[in-house]
């Protein structure tokens, strides 16, 4: 099924006083044989910062017949951003790339002009009934570097700075938070943060990221009387106090950043703030003019 959408960073005004100003309930989507939990877009928002996608999939077990098998795809305007919980999976790109990741480590792929690349956890060394666990999410390119040159990153778990302290945990994955910055080379200054809450603790967010949204992990986070369930993504209002508590130990993912710098449109594997550049991309795909993934002959067609 192809789709569309345009993300408009003006669009997101609490009128309340809430310290919330939307709570996103996730849908289902089939991607590479089994479902995964879309949180954004949505029709609740379409971005948060420069983030403009964030699937949550698994946990689910690796059993026979039943894995993550993303065939070669192409992606243009964004990079992709790759982190687990649990389980591994093999990227391998257009650029020659062949990386496994595992827990604790992230792959930041940045498209640009244009990238392809397939993701598959029945090569990664998984062991039978393997449990996997992860996010993507994409970070939509400032406008002047939209079309610069594709770039594969990755970082071990052991290079990602660490906080910890009065019932808190985090890992910081993109950009700078809580006094710690990643060694991640990012655009648009995204901020990302691997986090954990121990039962009754409480944590004030950091009200100088100007767009910020929570997604629970597991446990069961709390904003005053509001509580949100695993996979929730929680908007936040801007420079609203925002405390998380818990009652039960928790983990979820912080989210956020500067606002976009301006309307992105968003079909199929492709950002751009172009229709134009968008339309070529869908000629390219069907063309096969994008480079491909050495050695890998099958790829996802374009949706009609």
């Not at 040159?149 to 700075?161: M, Q």
């Not at 910020?212 to 597991?218: D, F, G, K, L, Y």
């Not at 390219?284 to 890998?296: E, I």
Request: hydrophobic residues 40%.
């Amino acid at each position: 099924m192809s789709w569309q959408s345009t993300t408009d960073p003006e669009c997101h005004t609490d009128r309340t006083g809430s310290p919330i100003e939307s709570v996103i309930v996730p849908r289902r989507r089939d991607v590479g044989g089994f479902d995964v939990m879309r949180a954004l877009p949505s029709a609740e928002r379409r971005a948060v910062g420069p983030f403009v996608f964030f699937d949550q999939f698994g946990p689910l077990q690796l059993i026979q017949g039943r894995s993550l098998e993303v065939r070669p795809h192409p992606h243009i305007g964004l990079a992709t951003v790759t982190y687990l919980l649990a389980g591994k999976i093999m990227h391998r790109d257009s650029l020659g790339t062949v990386q496994p990741i595992q827990p604790g480590e992230v792959n930041w792929m940045t498209a640009g002009h244009g990238i392809v690349h397939s993701e598959r956890t029945s090569d990664a060394g998984n062991p039978p009934g393997a449990e996997l666990f992860g996010i993507q999410t994409w970070v939509a390119l400032p406008k002047s570097h939209e079309e610069i040159e594709p770039a594969f990153a990755h970082h071990a778990r052991v290079e990602l700075p660490e906080v910890a302290g009065n019932g808190f945990w985090g890992r910081i994955i993109l950009g700078s938070c809580f006094g710690r910055s990643s060694p991640v080379a990012t655009f648009a200054d995204p901020v990302y943060v691997d986090c954990r809450l121990d039962a009754g603790s409480r944590l004030l967010l950091p009200a100088e990221i100007e767009e910020r949204a929570v997604s629970t992990v597991s446990g069961e986070l709390q904003v005053g009387k509001q509580r949100f369930a695993p996979g929730t993504l929680a908007v936040c209002t801007p420079r609203a106090e925002v405390v998380l508590t818990a009652d039960v130990a928790t983990q979820f993912i912080l989210i956020g950043g500067p606002r976009l710098d301006g309307p992105r449109i968003v079909w199929w594997n492709f950002v751009s703030s172009s229709q134009e550049r968008i339309e070529a991309a869908k000629a390219d795909w069907r063309a096969g003019r994008f480079a491909p993934v050495p050695g890998d002959k099958e790829f996802i067609p374009l949706p009609e």
